[in-house]
């Protein structure tokens, strides 16, 4: 282990707590990897973590919600071990890590359950780590409640192997094209949705746009036989 | 310059209709309208009068290119459904490309009309993954809330003067579109720019206000109450105004909350849900206002409280100039604060030649700075956040996640209109199709935000 690596993130300001999710490894600077790099960059490794799972008490009415939604899915005769995997705390919002097949559930009590009244669901935003082996995608849903004035966030993670979600669109209607949406882009099947779609691109849109391998075309500007990479490409702060 | 179609022959099905005539580019064919007696004959001829119509994507009355397919029977539409994407930019996959500061300049032209409303959001969130949030200095808030509310009155200005246009009542426009630009000259003043402004910066503002700002932004107050009882007089108890609105559009609490319809079309349901009061941000909770909300569940509800809104958006106008005390528009952090020194030279906004001077003439550091944030930017800790603002149109929600770089990882833009578009099939269902029109004017779409 390299002593980058060893203290965290390197030059970047770790995560509070200290610790966290690993979901990828950087080597490398400005497109440098291998030998031949006579900058020096190639030997830089940061690792990059997300905040991880925080333990009780989470503070605030974080409890509260996390107490009622574990007893609510108790009487659904579900274990909450077994549907929600974690519970993450950061900048002062909290984010349930649902698993997938319990999520239309999980969002139904949220909705109904009266001391949890998660009216709104304001969408489902996706998200690619190519890195983050076995979870690439992931689903975030913010469901405000207006009867309590809380915002809490869920989120789902798949593999890309097997990108489906349970469609939530019968619990939250609102959701019916922010899951196209997330579908378009990112490729994430929501199973049960009433007409998955295609939303943005045209219907005969071949890849999912919004991924973090889509090829980005660039214009192929050629200079004095220099190419303009695409900006995918071009060397960047890694 | 040969195309197949420039060599007609004896069974063009186009020559019973187009006249031609020969030009050195080609033939040329004047198409008119088609015959309307022959398709309404065969619509006659079917097993049922339905007929699906494609309005827009390019028609004066969709608010840009919105297309809307309506399935009538008659005068009555039985199915609508909405198509969209044909304004779809991409945005917020360029801001993976850019550095996070430069990401302002991309979310100012997603809803071209609530520009200030997404800088705001998007900024918000990034000082929450930053956690600067308590450092934002209170002159760049108090100046934050001005804006916003100075883009609020512009952007239903806009609402009901397109509203009113698409009713035939081309005075409301004019006279809708003759206040916005009273705001848009402010902010031409202010930012340098009419639109697309990256005014609002990650850390605080791009500048601070420039001399005179003030004093202008109080006479337009003054002139804009007296020009806000003209719609009143114009439109608000007009019979025939009235008519065309009241009771068209109808969705009411219930479908509000299904659909996740925010913003006027939630208040005119009587529920005086607003982000401004719920969840505060930018002080907003020091400032006095009132949340006007309506119980009709239609157009005309909305269109009141849009009115009211406006006058509403005066009031905080005010009460921000009244307590605008000097000092840094910037957090105090040389690390983010980006050293944008700018003014208003004979060639337009740029870099102010006293900044240029320092930066290249006396201090190296300085230069070293300034080259280092402008083209690798700031780290941000990995993390997600998400930020809301009650825009114009409803709550407009950011969800940004960064991997500890230098450019955001994710940006998505949970976009008012976008949502409440969706409400437009439960709205027009059911009606005629001349409602459909106030209906999807009710819900003041900007595609520019719906498709990003």
Partial sequence: MSEAEANGNGAVPSPRGGTGEVIDVRRGMFGAKEGGDTSGYGGLVRTVRLPGASGRPYGGWFDEVADELEGALEEQGLVPEEVIEKTVVDRGEITFHIARDHLPVTARVLRDDPALRFEMCTGVSGVHFPGDSGRELHAVYHLRSITHNRLIRLEVSVPDGDPHIPSIVSVYPANDWHEREAYDFFGIVFDGHPALTRIMMPDDWQGFPQRKDYPLGGIPVEYKGAQIPAPDQRRSYS | ?452
């Fill in chain 2, 1 to 452: 310059m040969s195309t197949s179609h420039a060599s007609p022959h004896a069974t063009d099905p186009t020559a019973s209709q187009a006249s031609a005539r020969e030009t050195t580019e080609g033939t040329v064919y004047t198409v008119t309208g088609g015959d309307w007696d022959e398709i309404a004959t065969a619509a006659a001829r079917g097993d049922d009068e339905k007929i699906i119509v494609n309005m827009g994507p390019q028609h004066p009355s969709t608010h840009g290119v919105l297309r809307l397919i309506l399935e009538i029977d008659g005068e009555t539409v039985t199915e609508a459904r909405c198509g969209i994407g044909y304004l779809h930019t991409g945005i917020e996959k360029n801001l993976e490309y850019r550095t996070w500061t430069q990401g302002t300049t991309f979310v100012t032209r997603m809803d071209y009309l609530t520009p200030f409303f997404n800088e705001t959001a998007y900024c918000l969130a990034v000082e929450r993954l930053l956690g600067i949030e308590d450092q934002v200095p209170d002159r760049a808030s108090v100046i934050r809330v001005m804006m916003m509310e100075l883009n609020r009155i512009s952007s239903h200005l806009v609402a009901i003067a397109t509203g009113g246009m698409e009713l035939g009542a081309t005075t409301v426009m004019i006279y809708g579109f003759r206040d916005r630009e009273l705001v848009l000259d402010l902010f031409e003043l202010i930012t340098g720019l009419r639109m697309n402004h990256a005014y609002i910066r990650p850390g605080g503002l791009a500048q601070d206000l420039p001399a005179g700002a003030v004093d202008q932004v109080r006479e337009f107050v003054k002139k804009m109450r007296k020009n806000l009882p003209e719609y009143d007089k114009l439109c608000t108890g007009n019979p025939v105004f009235k008519a065309r609105l009241q009771d068209v559009g109808y969705l009411d609490l219930a479908g509000c909350m299904a659909l996740g319809a925010t913003g006027p079309i939630l208040r005119s349901t009587g529920l005086p849900h607003d982000l401004r009061k719920a969840q505060p941000y930018c002080g907003y909770e020091t400032y006095d206002f009132d949340v006007p909300t309506d119980t009709t569940c239609d157009s005309y509800g909305r269109f009141l409280i849009r009115l009211e809104e406006m006058r509403q958006s005066l009031r905080i106008v005010e009460q921000c100039l009244d307590r605008l005390e000097p000092g840094p528009v910037m957090v105090g952090d040389k690390k983010i604060a980006w050293p944008a020194q700018l003014a208003l030279g004979p060639d337009g906004l740029g870099n102010s030649l006293d900044h240029i001077r320092n930066i290249m003439g006396t201090s190296m550091e300085a230069l070293i700075h300034h080259f280092k944030l402008v083209t690798e930017g700031f780290r941000v800790p990995p993390g997600q956040a998400y930020a809301a603002v009650e825009s114009a149109k409803g709550e407009l929600g950011v969800h940004v996640v960064s991997d500890g770089g230098t450019r955001p990882f994710r940006v998505h833009f949970r976009d008012p209109s976008f949502t409440n578009l969706q409400s437009m099939a439960a709205m027009c269902e059911g009606g005629q199709v001349a409602d459909v029109i106030v209906a999807v004017a009710s819900i003041d779409p900007v595609m520019g935000g719906v498709d990003r």
